[in-house]
């Protein structure tokens, strides 16, 4: 798993538009082949077309991430952004095949994406199965 910020996060952070300890963050999964596109890829608007259809276990824009922590890191030179793994259990079916997910900032009313997370490939959890998204981080470095 890769992450990848857009121009457009970056911008709202430097600009005091984005309170991780405030806000609220939704997980959002995107179907296969799916290509982020960190120059236009900046609001959900962008990639909604895009997502996971709702069903057999997910909803789409409705997972809400918790247990946001923020750490400085002075040793490597950082600042980590972390949320508890989100999940969703297959119910019905399977959920996938999903190629990566978004972060997002769901207090603002556009929605901007704070983070694409790309799986490297295809992910599909079987009926019965818990599609789990392993330490789900952003990492700000210099």
């Known amino acids: 798993m890769t992450t990848k910020v857009n121009q457009n996060s970056l911008y709202l952070m430097a600009k005091g538009g984005i309170n991780f ?39 789409q824009k409705n997972k809400v991430l918790t247990g946001v922590s923020i750490t400085r890191d002075d040793a490597l030179y950082k600042a980590v952004i972390k949320w508890n793994n989100p999940s969703w259990v297959a119910s019905g079916g399977p959920i996938g095949p999903a190629c990566g997910a978004f972060i997002l900032d769901d207090t603002h009313a556009d929605d901007p994406l704070i983070l694409y997370i790309d799986f490297g490939g295809d992910g599909t959890e079987p009926d019965g199965g818990t599609f789990t998204i392993t330490n789900p981080k952003l990492e700000l470095t210099t």
Not at 30 to 54: I, K, P, W
């Open 21 to 59: 300890d405030t806000h609220s963050f939704i997980i959002i999964l995107m179907q296969s082949g799916f290509v982020f596109d960190r120059a236009n890829h900046h609001t959900y608007a962008d990639v909604s077309a895009d997502e996971l259809t709702t069903g057999n276990g997910y909803t």
